[in-house]
């Protein structure tokens, strides 16, 4: 239990961008090191899977506000050039513009008119759901 608790804590010092593949690794690692199962019957070795999950689920909260960060610098920049939301995100220089906390890039962005989708994409491998998309519509 000791060796793959640190195994897998190593890598929560880092930003989750930067851990999710080693942790997922360290996942497989170790249910392949249990057989498949975890009979050892020590409680927490039971626990040791869900390490990831739970660090994502901690990073979608900082995802969330990073992305409403990035809306209203969007509104902000729309709100000094005449209603016009800027062409990228790269281009709104009012405020800092944050990345996405789960892939350490920038959010998706796309401009059609006036409709601005910000695009937060799940994790690779992880389920649809956990990914996010803001639809904002700037009215002039």
Known sequence: YTYWRDEMFKWLSLPYWQAHEPLKQQEMAFAKSQG?????????????PSLRRAYFRATKCDRHVAALQCIEAVRMHAAAHDGRPPASLGDIHVVPVPNDPVTGKAFGYEVKGDVVTLDAPPPAGDSPRDGAKYVITIIR
């Open 36 to 48: 498949g199962a975890f009979a050892d019957g020590f409680p927490f070795t039971m626990l040791l």
